[in-house]
């Protein structure tokens, strides 16, 4: 793929707006699509909001946020994206979702686009056995905050053209991130390791041994992690944690991956974290 080839990001939630900014500040043109033009559009302010953030840290100048946000495009329907190279879609974590805007996706690419999903637990493999083409599928998995974590772990399915595997590479490297190519398993090596230690901080809480503030400070300033479990928690998103857990649990029948109870209660009452302004902390913006 060449420099000026253009990139479209299905699904412009958390994962997919920091993987827009990514993209974009890679130098490449990218289109934005989601289930209607008003949550393209937040998307797209979402990218405005991280650039602007990168700024007032010192990471960009003005004129190279404005130059980013001029490569961010959001569109109201999927047509709009036929000429994309790369599609990457990040939208909620359900097999039956993903395959199903990935063969609409199909539908009006090339037959030579390359299709990339950033599930966090699904099986690539069979994500692929759903499509006209499953050659030319692959995962792409971001650490949130996407823009930011240089970590991407690249699954190929079992049917992925290995030239695709090369490409997907050299895309990644080309964000300026580390790309590290994994077999397709439930939750590759990140989810894997985390999800049963955030079951297990939560189970703490449940438990009362401690509150999420001194739970967040064994593991920062006990354990040298840079994050609090549970700060990290609300950057994710409770729903898209509860997603994650239970397949993994689906997939393991292994308890360290099962959801905890509270984690349930805190998304029927809509205290996703961040997104939703509550979570295991609030949040005033
Ligand atoms: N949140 C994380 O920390 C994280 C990290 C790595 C990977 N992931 C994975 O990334 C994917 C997305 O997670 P997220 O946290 O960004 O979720 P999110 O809920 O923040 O965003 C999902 C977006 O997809 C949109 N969407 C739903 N159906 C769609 C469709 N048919 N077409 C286009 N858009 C559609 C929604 O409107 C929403 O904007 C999931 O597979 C998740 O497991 C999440």
Same mark, same amino acid.
């Given at each position: 793929m060449?420099?000026?080839?253009t ?7 958390t994962?997919?707006?920091? $993987?827009?900014?990514a ?6 043109? !990218?289109?934005l ?5 008003d949550?393209? /559009?937040a998307?797209?302010r ?11 840290r *010192?990471?960009l100048t003005a ?17 709009e $994206? ?5 599609v990457?879609e990040?939208v909620?974590e359900d097999?039956?979702?993903k ?7 199909? &539908?009006?690419?090339?037959?030579? !686009? %390359? ?5 966090s637990? /699904?099986s690539?493999?069979?994500?692929a056995g759903?499509? #006209? ?7 792409t998995?971001?650490c949130?905050?996407?823009d ?10 079992? &049917?992925?053209?290995?030239a695709?595997? &090369? &490409?997907?590479?050299?895309?990644v490297? #080309? ?6 190519? /994994?077999?397709?398993t ?15 901080? %939560?189970r ?13 400070l064994?593991?920062?300033?006990g354990?040298?992690?840079?994050? *609090?479990?549970f700060r990290?928690?609300d950057? %994710?998103g409770?729903d898209v #944690?509860?997603?994650?857990s239970?397949?993994?649990y689906?997939q ?5 991956f099962?959801?905890p ?10 205290e ?5 302004g509550t979570?295991?902390?609030?949040y005033e913006d």
């Amino acid at each position: 793929m060449s420099e000026l080839d253009t990139v479209a990001v299905l699904g412009t939630g958390t994962m997919g707006a920091g $993987i827009a900014t990514a993209v974009a500040r890679s130098g490449r043109q !990218v289109l934005l699509v989601d289930t209607a033009p008003d949550r393209a /559009l937040a998307g797209r302010r979402s990218v405005a909001d991280t650039l602007a953030t990168g700024v007032r840290r *010192g990471n960009l100048t003005a004129a190279e946020r404005d130059e980013t946000l001029d490569r961010v495009r959001p569109v109201s329907s999927l047509p709009e $994206i036929a000429d994309a190279a790369v599609v990457i879609e990040a939208v909620p974590e359900d097999l039956e979702v993903k395959a199903e805007v990935l063969k609409r996706v199909e &539908q009006v690419c090339s037959s030579e !686009v %390359v299709l990339h999903t950033n599930t966090s637990t /699904l099986s690539v493999t069979a994500i692929a056995g759903r499509l #006209h083409r499953p050659d030319r599928l692959i995962g792409t998995h971001y650490c949130n905050p996407a823009d930011r974590m240089r970590l991407v772990e690249v699954a190929p399915a079992r &049917q992925s053209d290995p030239a695709v595997v &090369q &490409q997907t590479v050299e895309f990644v490297r #080309h964000l300026g991130k580390d790309p590290v190519v /994994l077999k397709d398993t439930p939750g590759l090596l990140t989810n894997y390791l985390l999800v049963p230690f955030e079951n297990d901080c %939560v189970r703490a809480l449940e438990a009362g041994w401690a509150t999420a503030e001194e739970i967040d400070l064994a593991v920062t300033a006990g354990a040298g992690f840079p994050m *609090g479990v549970f700060r990290l928690l609300d950057l %994710v998103g409770l729903d898209v #944690h509860r997603a994650v857990s239970m397949s993994l649990y689906d997939q393991f029948h292994d308890q360290r991956f099962a959801p905890p109870p509270l984690v349930a209660r805190m998304v029927a009452a809509g205290e996703l974290g961040r997104k939703s302004g509550t979570g295991f902390y609030r949040y005033e913006d």
